[in-house]
């Protein structure tokens, strides 16, 4: 497929998370942080809910973060990979608890923080853009256990410092900044996206929309430290993003599809416009919701807005207010979607659909008029390595080549965007299931779910794949 030549000094690369791919998760000084209290299978799923059965991993469990794919020791190798294929940028995040290992510790941690000094400098000497997440699923477990995590106001000055000090230490180094790493999680898996935890009884909206406030502060306070210490650097916000389809044109569908949109906008409206808008007001008051605020929160929010929204892609949503058709719920898709009968799945129930990314890119920019980031997009898939050693993962070119296609239409639709930065360019523990066998790489890693394996780094089929299409600048998909 030839076609569309994207922007010069489009930053092209790919995405991972701390908790996801360093491993070493208490070398070096560091704290437990969330994730790592996480095991595998059906328990990860109601924990990452809130159900928390301790603060400390149990023994005899599995927990896929503690060794990760060990990129903590292996980044050198990985970067030569990523230089080799052309990478521009690569998004990554900072472990808060590798900088400090309790939330609240008299002093950052230093080799924490020569971890991601050495981390920035093999990036830069690469030629590749370090593009830093501050909060990746990642709260130091202390902080939890003392505070109740982002329930607690406190959580918003710790935030601060913690923000404060590796912008500091970073700013000749990353010009390119993100908040929370999909905001809008907070209200779908709540301990993963906010450390929350509840317990019987619990109003769980207030919990929820009161530390959505915190985060909505924290975050436009990190913005506000950004601008005073890097003029230069750009700090967006990340939405999981993915428009609700109605499931027919009954006007009630397409209401309930805009509100189900709203429920992620609503993070978005108050970091890119400043405020709380109208439909949330009245959210709050039709639930009897009382959100604290303190005096100066709405001038903060106000006045540190963020320079480009971030977003992560993988599938759009459908909707409808019809009991009969919402029996067919897709499978592992933590926004309640209905299967949408015109699209396809993956292996995981995730739908596919390429248009959707136009779309959503497009909305996006309608609504906001900031310039936007694609910094997660991929497919999440089960690979075959063959007798010779390789893996031929046509399935994961073809799904890349139809979004990209479909974003170079958003760029010629008039939206604005700085880059595209694929999920998990080399394989990583999965997110939602904590697998190692849910796939998103060029490169593979040899370790499987039980954490067996020598964690070898192989090209896969889509490596030349990729490094064709970056170094065509897009126009060879
Ligand atoms: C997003 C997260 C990532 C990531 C990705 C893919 O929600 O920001 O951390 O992992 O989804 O999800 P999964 O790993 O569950 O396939």
Request: with cysteine.
């Amino acid at each position: 497929m030839t076609g569309f030549r994207f922007p010069e000094n489009f930053l092209w690369g790919g995405a991972i998370a701390a908790n996801q791919a360093e491993g070493a998760y208490l070398e070096g000084g560091k704290g437990l942080t969330l994730v790592d209290l996480l095991p595998t299978g059906e328990q990860r799923r109601s924990i990452m809910k809130g159900n928390v059965p301790s603060f400390k991993p149990l023994d005899g469990e599995f927990y896929p973060s503690h060794e990760a794919i060990d990129f903590y020791h292996r980044y050198k190798e990985d970067i030569a990979l990523f230089a080799e294929m052309g990478f521009k940028a690569l998004r990554v995040s900072i472990s808060w608890a590798r900088i400090f290992p309790t939330g609240e510790d008299a002093a950052p941690n230093e080799a924490g923080l020569k971890f991601y000094d050495d981390l920035f400098d093999e990036l830069l000497r690469n030629g590749i853009e370090p593009v830093v997440t501050l909060a990746h699923f990642d709260v130091p477990v202390a902080l939890i256990e003392k505070y109740g995590s982002w329930k607690n106001r406190k959580m918003v000055e710790l935030f601060e410092r913690y923000s404060k000090t590796v912008l500091e230490r970073y700013k000749d180094k990353v010009k390119y900044w993100m908040t929370f790493n999909e905001i809008n999680m907070l209200l779908h898996l709540p301990f993963l996206g906010a450390g929350l935890v509840f317990k019987e009884g619990d109003n769980v909206k207030q919990i929820q929309y009161q530390a959505a406030h915190h985060q909505l502060v924290a975050s436009a306070l990190a913005v506000k430290a950004c601008h005073e210490l890097i003029p230069d650097a750009k700090i967006g916000c990340m939405l999981a993003a993915g428009s609700f389809y109605p499931y027919t044109c009954n006007p009630d569908d397409v209401y309930q599809g805009m509100e189900k949109d709203r429920e992620s906008y609503f993070f978005i409206d108050v970091q890119s416009r400043g405020e709380y808008p109208g439909y949330a007001k009245r959210f709050f008051r039709d639930h009897g919701l009382t959100i604290e605020m303190e005096p100066g929160d709405a001038e903060i929010l106000k006045e540190h807005t963020v320079d480009y929204i971030g977003f992560s892609y993988y599938s759009s949503r459908t909707t409808s207010t019809d009991p009969e058709v919402n029996k067919k719920m897709t499978s592992g898709n933590v926004f309640g979607s209905v299967a949408n009968p015109y699209l396809d799945k993956s292996e995981w129930g995730w739908t596919i659909d390429p248009l959707g990314l136009r779309i959503t890119a497009n909305q996006l920019h309608d609504r906001y008029q900031k310039p936007l980031f694609v910094v997660e997009n991929g497919l999440g898939a089960h690979d075959e390595v063959t007798p010779e050693g390789e893996v031929n993962d046509d399935y994961r070119i073809d799904y890349l080549k139809r979004h990209l296609a479909e974003l170079g239409e958003a760029i010629q639709d008039g939206c604005e965007i700085l880059g595209y930065t694929c999920w998990g360019p080399i394989d990583i523990v999965s997110a939602s299931s904590g697998e190692m066998r849910k796939r998103y790489g060029y490169i593979y890693v040899d370790r499987d779910n039980e954490g067996n394996g020598t964690l070898k780094r192989t090209k896969k089929k889509s490596f030349g794949w990729y490094k064709n299409v970056i170094q065509s600048n897009g126009e060879n998909l």
